[in-house]
């Protein structure tokens, strides 16, 4: 993390505090978020972005490329996600 060593063990934080930084695994968490026009949404989805979803997906996409060798999004069943939707993960 910018140190003479590596950090060890489990790192929390936000994937903008994450930004520029590489680790061997990222577990990314979705949950969900209530807004007042549109019921609960995806978390991955930030307010007041639009179809397609640019800034959102941007935003993903820096959390996963954290990871050196893989990434685990921690995703349940509802809300859906549309970002994720129609992939495997």
Request: one cysteine or more; glycine letters at 12%; hydrophobic letters at 35%.
């Given at each position: ?43 991955f ?40 939707s129609?992939?495997?993960?």
């Amino acid at each position: 993390m910018g140190g003479a060593e590596d950090s060890r063990g489990v790192q929390i934080m936000t994937i903008h505090k994450a930004k520029g930084k590489q680790f061997d695994g990222v577990i990314i968490v979705r949950g969900g978020r209530f807004d007042e026009k549109l019921g609960l949404m995806s978390s991955f989805v930030w307010p007041d972005d639009t179809h397609p979803f640019n800034r959102s997906r941007r935003i993903l996409r820096v959390g996963i490329t954290r990871a050196k060798t893989h990434t685990m999004i921690l995703y349940p069943m509802f809300p859906t996600c549309i970002i994720t939707s129609g992939y495997s993960l």
